[in-house]
């Protein structure tokens, strides 16, 4: 019993390093795109990719890629399903200044998607101003069709854009809990 036990415990402590291992991971590799290490929450729902957008210049005349200008990382509710050859190809040809730097694409839902800038994330037109642990916090709570709850957090060096997705009971406050904890650890 004692073994069974033991290996539960590590399993278990096995699954939650990795999770961990995994933000890290995604958040090292965005400071080498963008010049900035960002905070990515450990969430029940898990991380089914990560990309970089850059910037279109023009040399010569034609259209070039420039420099990176934003992250964005893509929680799912689940990961049963990979995309296709064919899906992936129509997502890369929708934007081609974009690369994938973890992950994979799923055709699961998205629960929450993370978006991460150098400097600034904007403004977020129409937002309502909250207040979250003493950081101001551009809010919108869309309820057309589906649920969605979007925030802007700026920061001198970095800003954050969250789009919480998932259609839960309590999605405001979970999106809140979601802000504060980028809040609290940056």
Known sequence: MKKYLLLVVLFVL????QAYINTAEISGEIDEYLGVTPYLPELDYPIGHAHIEY???F???EPARGEPWKATIEYKVSQDEQVDDQFREAWEDEVPDREIIY?????DQSAVLLSV?????GTLQNAEVIEIVGHE??????????EAVIML???EDIGYEIQYLVEEEDIEEEAKAF?????NNH
């Open 59 to 61: 040399e010569d005349g």
């Open 55 to 57: 910037n279109t210049t």
């Open 179 to 183: 802000a504060e904890e980028i809040i």
């Open 103 to 107: 992950g994979e694409l799923y055709m």
């Open 137 to 146: 916090v551009q809010y919108q709570h869309i309820q057309r069709g589906t």
């Open 117 to 121: 800038y150098k400097d600034e994330a």
């Open 153 to 155: 957090i700026n920061f």
């Open 14 to 17: 096995a699954g939650c390093g």
